[in-house]
């Protein structure tokens, strides 16, 4: 099942997360336009994943919310900045991750199923709590469910997360 990109950013913004950088890709591809529409939300559109990260730090830095989304090809690019800069100084930012390549061969082209297969892999390696978003939601209300979860939690708690989360959960 899915969530609409609408209500998706309706929970974003009930969770003060009002700054969004990202590399725009088509796993999320109608978030990206509605996102970028939103006049209550400050969309920093950056061409590199380690680019959309320093600018979500920054403003993390200044105590407010913000998220990255990118595509999980783009997790090498985030590697060290993450460890060098995040993770040292305990700067919090919520990755959205696109997910690519989910379950590896056949699914997807074939550029995407090696980091299909290890994308959780590289932030359980780093000590990042992850989220998956994929099949196992019955409904749409169980997906906004979770999200507000997992959004609370970060409120609880700001920390670097990551929400990884397959194509098609997202409309």
Not at 143 to 154: N, P, T, V
Request: hydrophobic share 35%; charged share 20%; glycine share 8%.
């Amino acid at each position: 099942m899915s969530i609409s990109s609408d209500n998706f950013i309706k929970l974003l913004k009930n969770h003060s997360f009002y700054n969004v950088a990202g590399v725009p890709d088509s796993t999320f591809g109608e978030l990206f336009n509605k996102v970028d529409e939103d006049v209550e939300i400050n969309y920093y559109r950056a061409n590199r994943e380690d680019t959309a990260l320093g600018l979500a730090s920054g403003i993390s830095i200044s105590n407010k919310n913000c998220c990255v989304l990118m595509q999980n090809s783009g997790i090498g690019n985030i590697i060290n900045p993450l460890t060098s800069f995040n993770l040292l100084y305990n700067i919090p930012v919520l990755l959205m991750i696109g997910w690519r390549g989910y379950g590896g061969k056949p699914n997807d082209a074939p550029e995407h199923w090696i980091m299909g297969e290890k994308t959780e892999e590289y932030f359980k390696m780093l000590g990042i709590p992850i989220c998956t978003f994929e099949d196992s939601e019955k409904d749409s209300k169980q997906i906004e469910k979770k999200l507000i979860s997992e959004l609370g939690s970060y409120d609880q708690s700001p920390n670097i997360k990551a929400l990884i989360i397959k194509s098609g959960v997202i409309l």
